[in-house]
């Protein structure tokens, strides 16, 4: 069964600071690693994913770093705002197969003005 | 587009007692997916299925059932709940597989007593 281990448990970080949030994985059967957005009250939603052909994804403030040999890979949220107060999921493929996702423990951010 | 719709939103139970949380969703997606999420722990998937007809039960299945006689419906059976049942309960499903973006209820939120 896959493990992932997300770190930190939670996060303040001061208005146009940088967030990041680190995960951990063990095996995988396919190279696909998103990040979930969860606001209190509301489901996870998709925030950014990516299949690592690439090294690392951009989308706005959102970026994904990827380390393949390290089994590693983070998100990183710059200039930081109130409105990105959420928990945020990571996960990766089950590799018990089923085309199912490992989700890590989650992230509570944070962002102070 | 309703997408993923979840009922009840609350419900409190008492020990022994049965339910069934409902799920459907409108964007005749082939993968459905039934999760809990509890405190520190992230989601954990209770039982999934790959269409209608077919599931298969997940990392923590034990005291539910599931059935999928429809593309659209995906309905959890909680039988004799217990207190280690209470938890937050959310359904998802993804177009093709569980590498594609997954759409969330809004969840149901369930005590037992």
């Known amino acids: 069964q896959q493990q992932v281990k997300q770190s930190p448990q939670s996060l303040i970080v001061q208005k146009g600071g940088i967030s990041i949030i680190n995960c951990a994985y063990e095996?995988?059967?396919?190279?696909?690693f998103p990040w979930y957005q969860q606001f209190p009250g509301k489901g996870p939603a998709l925030l950014i994913a990516i299949r690592p052909d690439v090294s690392e994804k951009k989308e706005g403030r959102f970026t994904i770093s990827f380390n393949k040999s390290a089994k590693q890979f983070s998100l990183h949220i710059m200039d930081s705002q109130p409105g990105d107060s959420a928990t945020y999921f990571c996960?990766?493929?089950?590799?018990?197969?089923?085309?199912?996702?490992?989700f890590g423990t989650g992230t509570q951010l944070k962002v102070e003005l | 587009n309703a997408g993923v719709t979840q009922t009840p939103k609350f419900r409190i139970l008492k020990i022994g007692q049965s339910m069934t949380l409902q799920c459907t969703q409108d964007?005749?997606?082939?993968?459905m997916y039934w999760y809990r999420q509890d405190p520190g722990m992230g989601l954990k998937l209770i039982y999934y299925?790959?269409?209608?007809?077919?599931?298969d039960k997940g990392e923590v299945p034990n005291g539910y059932n599931v059935s999928r006689s429809t593309t659209e419906d995906f309905p959890l059976r909680l039988e004799l709940a217990a207190p280690s049942q209470t938890s937050v309960y959310f359904c998802a499903s993804t177009y093709r597989d569980g590498y594609t973006e997954a759409f969330f209820g809004q969840g149901t939120r369930l005590t037992v007593v």
């Open positions: 964007m005749n997606h082939n993968y």
């Open positions: 299925s790959v269409g209608a007809g077919i599931t």
């Open positions: 996960a990766a493929p089950n590799t018990g197969g089923g085309n199912k996702l490992t």
């Open positions: 095996n995988t059967a396919f190279d696909y």
